[in-house]
């Protein structure tokens, strides 16, 4: 869809811990990517860096977008289990969260119906939870004019769930 959109921009699929952005006019990490556990250097700092190298990439005026998940998720619990249906699939979630170790864990597994006969599948997702106002000083601290979002597009993200819109400044 975005090739079709932007037939002239560059696409790159990298790691963002390992990837060298080009000088651009926006980068995005939606759908909680900063957050991920896949590699234990991804932390608070290691971001700090990330952010940097990406604020010294962006055109003026250029922005970073993203989301991500705060400590409190569970509202002071630290499992929660739920169920979710529909006609033809019921999925099976249970979170758990550290609040001390800022951690939060989704074991998702669904069932679908394909015909007469029903498809399992397995998800872990293993994410850092980050606190809104470290990643915000953080931000500014960068250079970044920062803007905390509770959605996308008029949709807005579920409790614990947050967005930034940090904006280079023209220089």
Known sequence: IARQRAPKATFQRASF???????????????????????????LET??????????????????????????????????????EGKDWTIFLHYKE?????????????FRRIGDLYRKSNELHEVNTFKRAEVVDTLRAIGFQVEVVKGYAGTDFRAGHVGFIAQKTGI
Request: charged share 20%.
């Open 98 to 110: 550290d609040v001390v170790a800022q951690t939060f864990s989704r074991d998702i597994t669904a």
């Open 17 to 43: 811990l390992d990837n060298a952005f080009p000088p651009c006019q926006a980068v995005t990490a939606i759908g909680e990517v900063f957050t991920y556990r896949f590699d234990q250097r991804n932390s």
């Open 47 to 84: 971001l700090r860096v990330l952010w940097t190298h990406i604020y010294e990439q962006l055109l003026p005026e250029g922005y970073l977008i993203f989301d991500l998940l705060e400590p409190g998720m569970l509202n002071g619990a630290s499992e929660y289990s739920r169920i979710a």
